[in-house]
């Protein structure tokens, strides 16, 4: 159960996952100042170019953001597999300690 924590914390802890919510509150971030300036200065001349301009980050944006999760995915198999690993020993010791107790 320990690993399994700990690998927990490691993740959370890690660059990727602070960069990946770092990139999420920046986009969040990019896209309120970018409505706020719409709706400030009105969509006018310019507003296709720049709109696909944006888009062209966001795409960017996306798709790091999904390769991140695909990277917390695969670490979230591997805690799954670890949290089993853990169930089986714990059951494991259970009779162990229970032939024992028998035992005596």
């Known amino acids: 159960m320990g690993e ?3 690998t927990f914390y490691d993740m959370v802890s890690s660059k990727e996952f602070r960069e990946l919510e ?3 509150l920046k986009a969040k971030q990019d896209e309120i100042l970018y409505l706020n300036s719409a709706l400030n200065e009105g969509i006018g001349i310019g507003a296709k170019e720049e709109r696909e301009k944006w888009q062209s980050v966001v795409s960017e944006k996306d798709t790091v953001i ?3 999760e695909a990277i917390l995915s695969e670490k979230d198999a591997i ?6 690993e853990i169930a089986k020993q714990s059951a494991l010791i259970e009779e162990l300690m229970r032939r024992l ?3 005596k």
């Open 79 to 84: 805690l799954s597999e670890k949290d089993m």
């Open 66 to 68: 999904s390769e991140k």
């Open 22 to 24: 770092r990139l999420r």
């Open 101 to 103: 107790n028998e035992k």
């Open 4 to 6: 399994a924590i700990e």
